[in-house]
């Protein structure tokens, strides 16, 4: 599992109901340790996209391989090494943050969770706030702290649903230096790899290794930054989105 | 650097409920609605029984009149114990989780199970206050305890599949009624008699009193393996 | 995904006449030739209903027989296909087989309703109430409910999918619950009225032709219903494709 090079394998992945295309025919390969930005329009199927290849959704044809595991076969082994930052929380409001963190990570079956919450609390800068309820606490605290339940089980492979959305550049600066610090904390150990949505170019663009546009359901473009003129990259984006918009 | 244990099925339940119960004891949401809610069903009660005079009405009546009040209560409480889950995307959270997910089911009809036997508790003795103060009890009382225990398992059951479906819905509220009612009118048929007969005593009691339970036993096997097999489907959709 | 018209899509419209011959047909029968009833519905012992005694069955009552009994079965028969039609979506996620298990659960929905008013004909003509809460008429309005639910919550959630999972999943729970349903009312003797049994088995010859005739005939007009709905559902979709793919390459 470990020896595949790369992330996330699809080939032709379709996500079919009815007269309905989600998703057309998607391929592209990521390669372990990339970040991998997904733009598009609304309803050009990229949260479709992330539910597929996080496990929350079955694609309907196609092969897709996350981490070495098969999609269609087995999801389950494969939710074992992905975590999911969302611009919902996944997190039970009336619960402390330590009550979370410790039901996350139980769940996943960390050994010693107590110890594994303390680190986690201390790396989002919560450890004050331990013991009070998540109703409590401001947007950008609580998406820092959903950081920490998407990392309790230390995912290979992490997918962003629209992360800053909500948050204000204060929590902004915030989470982009968090980011910065789990993409550089444990690549030297192993590849950690990320797949994000996102509606903000800039951030999108400035974190990634690798883009992707969706377009109907379809990819227009997928290739590494370094290969595409960041111009080009900007007017192709605009059209492309600027169309769903229309 | 953490490692990772094999977590058994029987310690993802464990951990399920304990988040359930933990949430709802520390904020007594449910138990605090379904509670009053039961006090004003029973004040409804008292109206609409203020102008009968025959004891031995109310004796024949309370069986069913107290399963009405069970069921208004329990779907109350059953839309709440899903609305947090939503509101989030918490549940969503438990998804991304290896596990089965029939757990969840299981784990949430614990809950409501447990829920609603307290919310019985407090709504048992309200009830005999209020209508059956002033009437001779029947030694074979007791025996009405076996249809409310079967009687709200099945209601946790069925219930905890419906909510699933309808906290996806447009009104979600309304439609949980439309569809639970009929669903347990069944079960409701055969708590209401086995009840109604523990209550009554007399000669009925042996053959319709087990018929009854064991119809509603019955019920609650067939709906709720059904449920387990199905839940998969409901929760992942 | 182009729709061909097979053979049973032209065979539709036949096959409804021919039901409908079938029916008038039994029912002529029944008036004229059948004799009135004596074995069938008879009381064993006489039984207080409302307000009544009754001993012996009023003439009416027997001749709804041809129509309610079949018409009751045949909305039963249908919902057996909601729930085969749910286990095969649930299991191949096509929604084909969703938009097959709707379309039962119509005729279903149809034929239920049709059973409910010949039903409370038939208390009214039999018992001289319009409602008794015995066994099958309990059976069938909870059914009716459930089915009416079912529509609802089709009509309350928006994602196509997970609407299709929902119902199918409805849809089977429905199915079992009905023969339950039933089981319980029967089995639980009611304090307050009297369990009716009727002998349902040896009919006479002459009351047995016209009631499987008409059961024929409705099972044809259950069937070609369900084609040309079928049809005319398959259609929409296609108009549906068309629409989204003139706009295609329209934008």
């Known amino acids: 599992m470990m020896t595949t090079a790369s992330a996330i394998t699809v080939q032709k992945m379709s996500k079919v109901f009815g007269q309905r295309k989600a998703l057309d025919k998607v391929s592209f390969e990521l390669p372990q340790g990339a970040f991998l930005s997904i733009f598009g329009p609304n309803g050009a199927g990229k949260t479709t996209l992330l539910r597929i290849l996080s496990t929350l959704m079955r694609p309907s044809s196609g092969s897709a391989e996350v981490l070495g595991f098969d999609l269609k076969e087995k999801p389950g082994g494969l939710r074992n090494h992905i975590g999911f930052i969302s611009h919902k929380p996944l997190l039970y409001l009336d619960l402390s943050a330590e009550e979370n963190l410790l039901f996350a990570a139980r769940l996943y079956g960390v050994e010693e969770p107590e110890q594994r919450v303390s680190e986690l609390l201390a790396v989002v800068e919560l450890t004050a706030r331990r013991h009070d309820s998540v109703r409590t606490f401001s947007r950008g605290m609580t998406q820092r702290l959903s950081i920490a339940r998407a990392l309790v089980h230390d995912p290979q492979l992490v997918f962003l649903d629209e992360p800053y959305s909500g948050l204000d550049p204060h929590a902004v600066h915030i989470f982009d230096e968090l980011l910065q610090k789990i993409r550089e904390q444990e690549s030297l150990e192993r590849q950690r790899s990320f797949c994000m949505v996102s509606h903000d170019m800039d951030k999108g663009l400035d974190l990634a290794t690798h883009l992707l546009i969706l377009e109907k359901g379809k990819v227009v473009l997928f290739d590494q930054k370094d290969e595409i003129d960041r111009s080009d990259f900007v007017r192709h984006y605009h059209r492309s989105v600027g169309m769903g918009v229309a | ?23 709802e004891f520390r904020t007594r949401e449910m138990l605090s609605t379904m509670g009053i809610y039961t006090l004003l069903v029973l004040v409804i009660f008292g109206i609409a029984l ?25 779907l109350l409480g059953l839309n709440r114990s899903f609305a947090y889950e939503k509101e989030d995307g918490a549940l969503e959270g438990v998804l991304l989780v290896p596990l089965d997910r029939s757990v969840i089911f299981l784990s949430k009809l614990t809950a409501n199970f447990l829920l609603l036997i307290i919310v019985e508790a407090i709504a048992i003795p309200l009830f005999f206050l209020f209508f059956l103060s002033g009437v001779e009890m029947q030694p074979s009382l007791p025996l009405a305890l076996a249809p409310l225990l079967v009687g709200t398992i099945g209601i946790a059951g069925v219930g905890t599949l419906l909510a699933t479906i309808t906290i996806n819905t447009r009104g979600k509220d309304m439609l949980l009624a439309l569809l639970f009612i009929p669903l347990v009118f069944p079960l409701l048929y055969a708590c209401v008699s086995a009840t109604t007969l523990a209550i009554t005593g007399g000669d009925m009691l042996t053959g319709a009193y087990t018929a009854g339970l064991t119809l509603a036993i019955g019920y609650d096997v067939v709906m709720i393996l059904v449920s387990w097999l199905l839940y998969d489907f409901v929760v992942s959709a | 995904m182009q729709y061909k018209a097979t053979i049973f899509d032209k065979l539709a419209l036949p096959l409804l006449l021919f039901g409908g011959v079938l029916i008038v047909f039994a029912f002529v029968f029944a008036f004229t030739i059948t004799p009135p009833a004596q074995g069938d519905a008879m009381l064993a012992v006489p039984a207080p209903i409302g307000d009544f005694f009754l001993t012996n069955i009023v003439l009416l009552s027997q001749k709804i027989f041809y129509f309610h009994v079949p018409v009751a079965m045949v909305s039963f028969g249908a919902l057996v296909f909601t729930a085969i039609y749910g286990i ?39 018992w001289g109430v319009w409602w008794s809460w015995e066994p099958r008429l309990t059976t069938y309005f909870i059914l009716m409910l459930m089915v009416f639910s079912y529509f609802i919550l089709r009509t309350a959630v928006s994602d196509p999918e997970r609407r299709a999972v929902y119902s199918s999943v409805f849809g089977i729970i429905v199915f079992i619950n009905a023969p339950l349903c039933f089981m319980i009312t029967r089995l639980i003797p009611s304090s307050l009225h009297p369990v009716v049994f009727r002998a349902d088995s040896g009919l006479p010859p002459l009351m047995l032709i016209p009631f499987l005739v008409a059961m024929l005939g409705f099972v044809c007009i259950a ?17 549906e494709m068309l629409k989204t793919r003139l706009e295609e390459l329209e934008g």
């Open chain 3, 88 to 126: 095969l979506f649930l299991k191949t996620r096509n929604s084909k087989y969703d938009m097959r298990a709707r379309l039962s659960t119509e005729i279903s929905l149809v034929f239920v309703l049709m059973t409910m008013v010949s039903g409370l004909a038939w208390t009214r003509s039999d």
């Open chain 2, 1 to 23: 650097m953490s490692t990772k244990k094999r977590v058994s099925t029987f310690e993802h339940y464990k951990i399920l409920l304990g988040k359930d119960l933990r949430r």
């Open chain 2, 50 to 74: 203020m102008q009968t005079s025959a004891k031995i009405d109310i004796v024949q009546m309370s069986g069913g009149l107290f399963w009405a009040l069970i069921v208004f209560t329990s």
């Open chain 3, 223 to 239: 069937f070609a219903l369900y084609r040309m709905r079928l049809r005319t559902s398959q259609s929409q979709e296609n108009i």
